[in-house]
């Protein structure tokens, strides 16, 4: 119930309180004047047959009382008066109670909707919420499998570039192995001028050991080396080695003199500066 319901309905409950406490007081004036009314007549009735002289005072008074009489029943007409306008506004006031009742309906009415609004636009919060949370788990695993490519194009890009690198270095190889092998060329060219049968020595060279060593000492002037193997790991004249510093390539050159524990070579042909520690490796060239 709201606040206006209550307050009519006190007001119509003081009003009421009123309308019987008026009627009470007229009903009890009413009959105050009855009996006092019937006290007289039954006092005027004992002194006409008493006293003639005393029965016109007793009419006078009679006629007083029906004066006091008729003005009381003006007094009760306007108290019916007053009665039937305070039952007016008690009808107004119930009519207005019923009208707040119907509002109040009304409001409980929108309340329900309201409620059932509410009810279903919490029901689509929820569906909102679940969807977030599955678009969130999605985004997840796609920020995952990006994850995972990006490592797998990382990989594939270091890949591409060690594939590049080798290339380059194949590469580079192949031109250094061509000019290994223009100067091989110039070399037969040259032991020919000589008498010198490049086929005796080629087969003189096919039978190289594989022998691994060290350069120990770097002659530019000369154009030799020393190496740290010799005559006791199998090392013989016209012996090649080729000239390694990790994986590329420096140079390739040929024993002329040997000892036991080393021996010395000529630089036949270099990518580079000969340097001391650089790796040294039998190898057939021709």
Same mark, same amino acid.
């Given at each position: ?63 007083? &009382?029906?004066?006091? +009489? /008729?003005? !009381?029943? *003006?007094?009760? $007409?306007?108290?019916?008066?007053? =009665? #039937? ?77 060690? &594939?590049?690198?080798? +290339? /380059?270095? !194949?590469? *580079?190889?192949? $031109?250094?192995?061509?000019?290994? =092998? #223009? ?96 790796? #040294? ?6």
């Amino acid at each position: 119930m709201t606040s206006w319901a209550k307050v009519l309905t006190v007001i119509a409950f003081v009003l009421s309180l009123v309308f019987a406490g008026m009627s009470a007081v007229v009903y009890a004036k009413r009959q105050a004047y009855k009996k006092m009314y019937e006290m007289e007549q039954r006092q005027h009735a004992d002194d006409k047959a008493a006293d003639a002289k005393k029965l016109e005072t007793k009419e006078g008074q009679i006629n007083d &009382l029906t004066a006091v +009489r /008729d003005l !009381l029943t *003006t007094k009760v $007409a306007e108290r019916d008066k007053d =009665i #039937a306008t305070l039952k007016g506004q008690i009808d107004k006031l119930t009519s207005d109670l019923a009208d707040v009742k119907l509002n109040l309906d009304k409001e409980q009415a929108q309340v329900t909707i309201v409620t059932a609004t509410n009810a279903e636009l919490t029901k689509r919060y929820d569906e909102f919420v679940a969807a977030n949370d599955k678009l969130r788990a999605e985004n997840k695993d796609l920020i995952a499998k990006l994850s995972a490519e990006q490592d797998t194009t990382r990989k594939l890009q270091v890949a591409v570039t060690e &594939l590049e690198k080798l +290339r /380059d270095s !194949l590469q *580079t190889q192949l $031109a250094q192995a061509k000019d290994t =092998i #223009a100067l091989n060329e110039e070399v037969f060219a040259e032991l020919s001028k000589h008498g010198i049968e490049a086929r005796t020595v080629i087969a003189g060279l096919q039978n190289v050991p594989p022998i691994d060593g060290l350069v120990i000492a770097v002659l530019p002037d000369t154009h030799t080396v020393a190496l740290n193997v010799g005559s006791k790991q199998g090392v013989r004249k016209n012996f090649n080695f080729t000239i390694f510093r990790g994986p590329d390539f420096i140079a390739k050159v040929n024993v002329f003199d040997v000892e036991e524990k080393r021996c010395a070579a000529q630089i036949i042909t270099s990518s580079g500066p000969v340097k001391v520690g650089d790796a #040294a490796q039998t190898r057939l060239h021709f």
